[in-house]
């Protein structure tokens, strides 16, 4: 006994002792504040114009360009798994499609309003989100309509945005996600939803925070939405710029968003942050957006380290920093990993 006595004698203050709070798996998941789960997850989807299509985007492991009559077959085992949202972007692939208003952006025929038609009548329990940008429609690939010197002009930009997104909403939407970062088109797009009476029932989802950068380079592979001239510094955030980051967050907020977002996700981080305290009764999503995906999946496949450890790590800061819905292209791995 006596010896018992003198090996736990501790020197020093007796919190110090933290390992037994982690020494179980079970343990470990409780030291987590929020924990994946399916319902957190959106799909990100690209649909062509070309219904049959199926062709695997180079710079994007594992996900395609589908045309209409390729989701179903696609989608059902995943709803089957437990997706629960997915968010789609439009792919004009028909040479004439492009102009400089973005006119095919709402296409009563085009690829999402048919989309989301199609989504609303085959899967009841599957909530769409659509993404609301023109550079996907445009000849010049900008998020808007254009000066003549070659800048957005906010008010035509914002016009355009928030017709399309109500065209989005008329047609089965559940939310609207506006991506252009034209100021004030948060505002544009509740009140024609208010307008058009179903504002009650239509989610806007703000792109808030989004920052410029390297990591959308898969998407405007995948998407054909390269701008054909400069870039989108003069639009999107500056990466440094943690300060204008909140500022559209608290704005975006007053402008009638119900969620906001914070893109890209794993180095903005303390964006993230920023936007659970800024907005602390909304929930925060973050993008992961398609260049993080694609350096995980080339960093795993250079051995550098497993694929599903480091996807889990990237979530779990990303739910860490405050963020409760995640919009993943990882999202099909997930449902399997988060079922075993
Ligand atoms: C369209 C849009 C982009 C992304 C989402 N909506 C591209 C861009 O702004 O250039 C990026 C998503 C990704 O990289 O996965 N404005
Ligand atoms: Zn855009």
Redesign the pocket.
């Known amino acids: 006994a006596s010896t018992r006595a003198t090996s736990v004698s501790i020197s020093g203050d007796i919190s110090s002792q933290l390992h037994a709070g982690y020494s179980h798996p079970l343990a470990r998941s409780w030291q987590a504040e929020r924990q994946l789960t399916k319902e957190m997850l959106i799909y990100?989807l690209f649909v062509t114009d070309n219904p049959d299509e199926e062709t695997p985007i180079p710079s994007?492991p594992n996900q395609y360009r589908r045309g209409l009559n390729r989701l179903v077959p696609f989608l059902t085992p995943l709803v089957r798994k437990g997706l629960r949202s997915v968010m789609l972007?439009g792919v004009p692939l028909n040479p004439n499609a492009k102009d400089p208003l973005g006119t095919a952006a709402d296409d009563p025929s085009g690829p999402v309003i048919q989309a989301i038609r199609l989504l609303r009548a085959q899967f009841p329990n599957l909530y769409i989100t659509v993404?609301v940008?023109?550079?996907?429609y445009t000849s010049h690939g900008h998020?808007g309509i254009l000066c003549d010197d070659g800048s957005l002009n906010n008010t035509q930009s914002v016009e355009r945005i928030s017709d399309v997104a109500l065209a989005y909403a008329l047609a089965g939407a559940h939310c609207v996600?506006p991506?252009?970062?034209n100021d004030g088109r948060v505002r544009a797009i509740k009140l024609k939803l208010i307008e058009a009476g179903i504002s009650h029932q239509v989610l806007l989802m703000s792109?808030a925070a989004?920052f410029?950068g390297s990591?959308?380079?898969?998407?405007?592979d995948?998407?054909g939405?390269?701008?054909s001239f400069g870039d989108?510094k003069c639009y999107?955030l500056p990466p440094g710029g943690r300060g204008l980051a909140r500022r559209a967050i608290v704005r975006d907020v007053a402008e009638g968003a119900d969620i906001i977002m914070v893109?890209?996700a794993s180095n903005f981080l303390d964006i993230i942050s920023d936007a659970k305290e800024l907005a602390k009764d909304m929930p925060i999503a973050a993008?992961?957006?398609?260049?993080?995906?694609a350096m995980i999946h080339a960093a795993a496949k250079a051995g550098v380290f497993d694929l599903k450890e480091m996807a889990f790590e990237s979530t779990q800061g990303i739910l860490r920093a405050g963020a409760g819905i995640v919009?993943s292209?990882f999202t099909p791995d997930f449902l399997d990993w988060l079922s075993t």
């Open positions: 990100p994007l972007f993404d940008c023109l550079c996907e998020c996600a991506s252009d970062m792109y989004k410029s990591l959308y380079g898969p998407f405007r995948a998407a939405s390269a701008p989108r999107q893109k890209p993008y992961q957006v398609s260049g993080e995906y919009i292209y």
